[in-house]
């Protein structure tokens, strides 16, 4: 860590790990503010980079690849980094709650902690199923996954639940990786997979020619959709939709539903009806302008959007321009978040298919282009700088 110049005058707490907070470790480190005392409170000291998590599924990416160790990066921005549990906040007295560590003042509070899994609607899923938020638990949980799929002494029938992006992904990314894994162990086994979706259609906030794209690559891979299935009912041998459909399944993933942690509400914080956050365009809370929020926990009242790790990401500059602002005594900018954002979408292949508003593309390119700006974004926070004069 570096050391404190000045007097500690004012205290800037940073719960989660998340995408917008390691740009405002980074910003902070390359401009600290004087006076101002930064420390991370984080469950997890090495954040996963959702945008590579397909790619580390499918094998192309090593455990170290798609994660920032925030050790280095706090020690870049002076920081102190309490490895432990947020549990609780106390907003009258501006305190935060942790499982080990005795009570943390402060001055300013973020919370970038992502989401949850939410299964209030659905009995059975809680105890059934393999969540994939947070991502963090999820890498963990994956390994163990495809141990169970290889001492399973028949084929493996396997749902995913979710078929946004996110879920396309996962599914094809997993059905790659797990070929590859019964070969090498000179297994003939023939898993089946089932991708179900709630809407009409897959990938709905996307266009209709990457809409087209995806379901072309997923029939040619042997995955079945169930478009309008409305998962209401999970059991230990499959799922129930609400038409009435009844599958078997040996595994279920889920990828719908995220909710936050409910210790937000507890604390008084105003949220919206899935507990995340209420801010303003500012990403300061409506309720309480001393706490910010960013990235999956954020319900941005004027500019909602879908819970998605590029937003968090381009949160992360206005965050700590605002973050700076507060704690000098000004007041915060709004922020405008695009409406439109490029999404490359990839097959676990080695293939990945671009979607821009109405524009689509796809191919071999398309992948290396993502694998070339992922590798760029990890290199802009994985190395660990001595000082503040290797400042890039």
Known sequence: MQRQQTPVVKDLILVGGGHSHITVLKQFGMHPVPGVRLTVICRDVHTPYSGMLPGFLAGHYAYDDIHIDLGPLSRFAGA?????????????????????????????????????????????????????????????????????????????????????????????????????????????????????????????THNRRVQAKLRR??????????????????????????????????????????????WLAEAGLAVDERGFVLVQAALQSVSHPDVFAAGDVAAVVPYPREKSGVIAVRQGKPLAQNLRRVLTGRAPRPFVPQRKWL??????????????????????????????????????????RSSRDTRC
Request: a neutral charge; aromatic letters at 10%.
């Open 217 to 262: 690559v997923l029939a040619a891979r042997g995955i079945q959709v169930h478009e309008g299935c409305q998962v209401v009912e999970v059991h230990k041998d499959g799922l129930r939709c609400a038409d009435g459909r009844v599958y078997e399944l040996e595994e279920i993933l889920w990828v719908t539903d995220a909710a936050a942690t409910p």
């Open 80 to 204: 102190r980094l309490y490895h432990d549990d947020v549990i609780g906040l106390d907003l009258a007295h501006k305190t935060v709650r942790c499982r080990q560590h005795p009570d943390v003042p402060y001055d300013v509070l973020s919370l970038n902690i992502g989401s949850t899994p939410s299964f209030a609607q659905v009995p059975g899923a809680e105890q059934v199923v393999v969540p994939v938020k947070p991502i963090s638990t999820f890498v963990q949980r994956w390994e163990r996954f495809v141990t169970r799929v290889l001492a399973a002494p028949d084929g493996v029938r396997i749902g995913v639940v979710g078929t946004g992006a996110g879920g396309v992904e996962l599914i094809l990314a997993m059905q790659f990786r797990l070929q590859h894994v019964l070969r090498e162990a000179g297994r003939t086994d023939t898993l089946e997979y089932h991708l179900f979706s709630g809407s009409p259609t897959i990938l709905p």
């Open 343 to 384: 999404a490359l979408i990839s097959t676990g292949d080695q293939y990945a298919i671009a979607s821009w508003g109405g524009w689509a593309a796809e191919g071999r390119w398309v992948w290396r282009w993502k694998d070339w700006i992922d590798r760029r974004f990890m290199r802009m926070y994985r190395a660990s």
